[in-house]
């Protein structure tokens, strides 16, 4: 099956600090999808993009939809303390009749105060 | 507007005991999805419904896992037995349009 992969796993930044992270797949996307899980909650949508080259911002957030149609970036500016929580990359596969999503394992930001 | 509700939130069992859970997703949302997450993963896709019909469940174990959504509202994701590598969130989602999917706060369950 399709296969995202996430970098960094972790990262430790100071209040303040933009901070960068990337997907990868194996196959092409023809969506990609920036989630954020807060602890003991359930992911929640930050970004989708759906053509290649597309730049799309929200907020401090900015996500960018590689050219290749195999990566994808997210970038956070100015972090601030509720930056914190997992990041994950998602983009859709379909299997059969159905059309579902593939998550990445997540890169985890820690913001120091 | 009210988000897809899910209970428990916690749950500790027993190996080989049973457990359900309950899912009730946003007002008018067709497709209805049950992930898997264990600790340090993203999401793993169980089963997804349309209405109350399966789509896909190609990765649900069957043999111990089953899934229901009578009248195409709310689903329950039951356990029967469990076993210790069940410990994980489990999280249902809710979609009106492909790929938009809104996720409850999902079940924690630990397995001793």
Redo the contacts between chains.
Sequence with gaps: GQQ?NQSPQSMFIQEGEDVSMNCTSSSIFN?W?WYKQDP??????LI?LYKAGELTSNGRLTAQFGITRKDSFLNISASIPSDVGIY?C?G?AS???????T????TQLTVLP | EAGVAQSPRYKIIEKRQSVAFWCNPISGHATLYWYQQILGQGPKLLIQFQNNGVVDDSQLPKDRFSAERLKGVDSTLKIQPAKLEDSAVYLCASSLVPDTQYFGPGTRLTVL
Excluded at chain 1, 95 to 101: D, E, F, K, T
């Design positions: 995202l969506t999808l003991g909650e359930g992911p929640v949508l989708a994950f998602a859709p299997s059969g009749s159905a059309r579902q999503l998550f990445g394992s997540g």
